[in-house]
């Protein structure tokens, strides 16, 4: 039996963004320089990556408030905020934590279901606050890695936000209405925790649904990839390499799906 994904709840998206903005800081605050050059960003420092972080939010606080637009209605917002990101470590930290703040108020002010505008229109993913707090919990967790590394302490990802990292990247990224120009394929994803996805794509875009435990899926994939969810995360983010993962099938399958742009 193939499921739709779902959203998890936004009590706990609040909480593990939280979370990980938490642990982003404590990487800031210990860095011996914040001009260190990050490994999985190269053309970014530190200093950098907590800039484009701290000013994200506001942005994203912005468009939920908003309601629903058919353009980004906050475009001056990430902008202005990142020329007024502080250069003292100190008054950063506390610049990252109040922009965090102002996320997490705006999440809870909207509430999971109200409407906003997203650049995902045409994929499986709501246009909703809810599918931005999850877009936004994965983005953060991602960069806290990306900081971690760059400090010399990097620690994988926790299961409970990698595990929904996987169905968020396949339905937000990849699950996308658009033009497929190769043979349908089939792609299956695993996880050494348990949860399995199918991933269909066929002329007209790409689906992705969950599979329940102990269900067949249909016809055998033509690819397949298993890791941990972290591994399979930091993969799609292109943060690890391949070769961390157990390939089974067709690889260039992948290779089309990385290269696939559906808007075209």
């Known amino acids: 039996m193939l499921n739709t994904p779902e959203l998890p709840a936004l009590p706990d998206l609040l909480r593990l963004i939280d979370e990980r903005s938490t642990a982003f800081r404590a990487a800031i605050a210990a860095a ?3 001009d260190v050059q990050v490994p999985t960003c190269p053309e970014w420092t530190l200093a950098d990556l907590a ?5 994200g939010r506001p942005f994203w606080a ?3 408030a908003a309601g629903p637009a058919d353009a980004p209605p906050a475009e001056a917002v990430a902008a202005r905020a990142e020329a007024q990101a ?3 470590r100190e008054a950063l930290l506390a610049w990252l934590a109040a922009s965090t703040q102002e996320l997490l108020d705006a999440l809870r002010k909207a509430g999971p279901d109200a409407d906003c505008w997203t650049w995902w229109g045409a994929s499986q993913s709501p246009l909703t606050s809810g599918a931005v707090a999850r877009h936004q919990l994965q983005e953060i967790a991602v960069h806290t890695y990306d900081a971690q590394l760059a400090v010399g302490a990097a620690q994988p990802l926790p299961d409970e936000v990698a595990l929904d990292g996987v169905e968020e990247f396949l339905s ?8 497929w120009p190769h043979e349908p394929a089939v792609v299956e994803y695993h996880t050494t925790e348990g949860r399995s996805w199918r991933f269909t794509v066929e002329a ?3 689906r992705v649904a969950r599979i329940a435990e102990g269900d067949e899926a249909g016809a055998p994939a033509d690819a397949s990839a298993r890791g941990t969810a972290a591994e399979l995360v930091l993969w799609f983010h292109g943060r690890v390499p391949v070769d961390s993962l157990e390939l089974d099938g067709d690889r260039l399958v ?3 799906l990385f290269a696939w742009d559906p808007t075209a």
């Open 172 to 179: 937000t990224c990849c699950a996308w209405s658009g033009n």
């Open 32 to 34: 011996p320089d914040l």
């Open 254 to 256: 992948f290779d089309r």
């Open 51 to 55: 800039r484009h972080l701290g000013s």
């Open 62 to 64: 912005a468009v939920v």
């Open 204 to 206: 007209d875009g790409a």
């Open 86 to 88: 502080p250069q003292d």
